[in-house]
Each structure stands twice: as structure tokens, then as C-alpha cells.
């Protein structure tokens, strides 16, 4: 295994893989969100204001 570093450099190749990985993660969070079943609260509408208006409790 380590002559595999020999060939390359392992900061560049590191930083290679980590944003390899990080593109990965990205186009599976979107491929996800634009399903049906993950990506459908995108599309619901802003909950009413009435429902966070709670009476204030009397002391």
C-alpha cells in the first residue's frame, strides 16, 4: 500500500478523493430530494400563522 503513495502525492490525491466525495454526497442529497417519497415537503405550503398563535395562559 505504501507504494501506491510513491506514485502520487498525497495531499493533492487527499484533497482529490475528499472532493470526490463531496460531489458524491451532493448529487445524492438531490437525486433524493427530487423523489416523491423525501422530496414532497419542498412542494407543501408554509403552515398558517393561526397555528403558532397560541392563547396566553391567565396567571
Known amino acids: ?4 503513495w ?3 502525492d ?3 490525491a487527499l484533497i482529490g478523493i ?5 460531489f458524491m454526497v451532493m448529487v445524492n442529497h438531490f ?10 415537503w ?9 397555528s403558532q ?3 396566553a395562559a391567565t396567571p
Open 1 to 4: 500500500m505504501w507504494k501506491i
Open 53 to 55: 398563535a397560541a392563547p
Open 31 to 40: 437525486v433524493q430530494l427530487s423523489t416523491p417519497r423525501y422530496g414532497s
Open 18 to 22: 475528499l472532493a470526490f466525495a463531496f
Open 42 to 50: 419542498l412542494n407543501e405550503p408554509y403552515p398558517a400563522a393561526a
Open 6 to 8: 510513491l506514485l502520487f
Open 10 to 12: 498525497p495531499r493533492r
